[in-house]
């Protein structure tokens, strides 16, 4: 695998699937130092969207990193059906879609805070600054801490 | 600019480094991803050579 995760987002803004970027890369957005492993996002997974999804992922052999034998993505789930998360690994990257975050809520509560950034020509929406520190404090992980002080201190320097 | 004395300490002892955020901030975001998968990139050579080189120096039973 290597990681392209600026690759996964052009492909999916260019795909029309709607999102909003959370987690560690959207830390990365604001300007922090932390390395992520996977690209975070924040979506609806209702049947046509993760339709969308295996289209734009198909070429990536894209499967399920949860599962003990790395079920295929565009095996499972099956049609019709929808999902709360999905934990995924491409040829690009890890990239995992939730539909809630913890300590903000869920995607239209997100997307209504959301900070629009233009990225390439391309409009990528990204969790607000405020809502990321909330999410990092709630997670409460120790590297999770660590990234809220510095995204505190990037939002301080926004300010001035 | 003046930081919150605070958040300044706690930054201190997390090791934050802040001339590496002002780094950043003058960078594009484009820019900032670019690095950023430059670095992941790295990092995952570095594990996979360091596994390869673990698994080649396993003792054996003989």
Not at chain 1, 91 to 108: A, K, M, P, Q
């Amino acid at each position: 695998m290597k990681p392209d995760f600026s690759q996964l987002i052009a492909k999916l803004t260019d795909s029309g699937f709607e999102f909003v970027m959370i987690g560690g890369y959207a830390a990365v957005t604001y300007g922090s130092s932390q390395v992520t492993r996977d690209l975070d996002i924040c979506a609806v997974l209702t049947s046509e969207n993760i339709e969308l999804l295996r289209k734009t992922f198909a070429e990536w052999n894209p499967r399920h990193r949860m599962t003990p034998d790395r079920l295929s993505f565009l095996k499972f789930p099956k049609d019709g059906e929808s999902l709360n998360n999905l934990y995924l690994e491409t040829d690009v990257g890890v990239v995992d879609i939730l539909s809630t975050v913890l300590g903000v809520g869920d995607f239209v509560r997100l997307k209504s805070t959301a900070e629009k950034f233009v990225v390439d020509g391309r409009v990528c929406w990204v969790i607000s600054l405020p809502d990321l520190i909330a999410a990092k404090e709630a997670i409460g992980r120790g590297k999770d801490k660590l990234t809220a002080v510095e995204l505190r201190i990037i939002a301080a320097k926004r300010k001035s | 600019m003046v930081l919150d004395n605070e958040l300044l300490e706690q930054a201190r002892e997390a090791g934050i480094d802040l001339d590496l955020i002002d780094t950043n901030l003058a960078l594009r975001v484009e820019e900032r991803w670019r690095q950023h998968d430059g670095a992941l990139r790295f990092i995952l050579k570095l594990q996979e050579a360091k596994a390869a080189d673990e698994a080649g120096l396993q003792p054996t039973n003989r």
